[in-house]
């Protein structure tokens, strides 16, 4: 079983030929509304790959709640855990160009009262997978991580967006997950290093195995076993904001079923290229049927 302690948004859609710079303004015909947040897309992408999932998180008292909910709970996500707080649901603005990059600013709100207290005894133990990221707060973050340890949990963190978490929460971190930007700045003083270097900082960081995301480029993978690189899915970019969060939704559900590291990783690296020719974060077209197929078009894995 996963579960996934982690944020959800309501995602707000701007589409541009190009970005806009400082100061610039660029006007648009209109925006698309898309259930988000970096927890429930990451365990969206489980549950559409087969996995139990069960959400712990926090929503807002507003009418961007229940379309939020309604997602996660028609991917096969286990919502009963979620809390209604006062406030509003987190929202997140995002400005995607023709090119499939993007901006993102991000209105917390209810994630900022999510609670460790709220995971509650029956769904954690030896069985369990604990998934997060880095948008709930710190402290809970941290609080999860010892109970989790605590219990047998396997845990795995995206640790995105970039946050500070002790040294001592990491190192109780089964598998951590970053992008290049965000291995750089966990690592501090690594200007110069390859991917691998990168990977292999994050490994020794936590209790061995170190993830770091490259988009065109794949992943590079640091474990006790060595050091590989899964080049991506040859694709062309719709949008690329679900990236990282399909990755890591997917490596937790193959994990969780047993699938080796490797075969995990490419599964994963395969998950992160669907989604990226797909709109929106949570797209229901990303599914373990069409993961299998796209997997004879994964290039091979490279070990470094």
């Given at each position: 079983?996963?579960?996934v ?5 309501a ?9 806009p ?6 006007l ?19 549950a559409?790959?087969?996995?139990e999932v ?6 807002g ?13 028609a ?10 707080v006062d ?12 090119s499939?990059?993007?901006?993102i ?9 999510a ?12 069985d369990?997978?604990?998934?997060m990221?880095?948008?709930?707060p ?24 970039l ?26 003083n690594?200007?110069?290093l390859?991917?691998?270097d990168l990977?292999?900082g ?5 209790r ?7 988009g065109?480029a ?7 076993g ?8 040859p694709i062309?970019?719709v ?20 699938e ?13 290229g669907?989604?990226c020719t ?6 229901p077209?990303l ?18």
């Amino acid at each position: 079983m996963i579960v996934v302690f982690g944020s959800i948004n309501a995602d707000l859609f701007f589409s541009f030929a190009k970005l806009p710079r400082r100061g610039e303004t660029v006007l648009t015909d209109g925006y698309t509304f898309c259930p988000g947040g970096k927890g429930a897309n990451q365990a969206a992408a489980a549950a559409r790959d087969g996995a139990e999932v069960r959400f712990v998180g926090a929503v807002g008292r507003d009418p961007n709640a229940a379309p939020c909910l309604d997602a996660l709970t028609a991917a096969g996500v286990d919502v009963r855990h979620v809390h209604a707080v006062d406030g509003v649901t987190g929202t997140a603005v995002i400005s995607v160009e023709a090119s499939g990059e993007n901006q993102i600013l991000v209105a917390s709100g209810a994630n900022m009262k999510a609670s460790a207290d709220w995971l509650a005894e029956e769904l954690l133990g030896p069985d369990t997978t604990l998934l997060m990221q880095m948008e709930l707060p710190q402290a809970d973050t941290e609080a999860a991580i010892r109970r989790a340890r605590a219990c047998g949990c396997r845990i795995i963190l995206n640790d995105a967006p970039l946050g500070p978490l002790s040294r001592e929460a990491l190192a109780e971190v089964d598998i951590l997950i970053a992008n290049e930007e965000e291995a750089m700045g966990l690592l501090g003083n690594s200007a110069g290093l390859e991917n691998a270097d990168l990977a292999r900082g994050l490994a020794a960081f936590c209790r061995g195995t170190g993830i770091v995301t490259i988009g065109a480029a794949g992943v590079v993978v640091a474990h006790e076993g060595g050091t590989f690189q899964v080049p991506a899915l040859p694709i062309v970019p719709v949008d690329t904001v679900g990236a990282g969060d399909a990755f890591c939704g997917t490596l937790t559900a193959a994990l969780d079923r047993g699938e080796s590291l490797i075969e995990a990783v490419r599964r994963a690296t395969t998950a992160s290229g669907i989604i990226c020719t797909l709109p929106g974060a949570q797209s229901p077209e990303l599914t373990g049927a069409r993961i299998n197929a796209a997997l004879a078009d994964l290039p091979s894995v490279v070990h470094i």
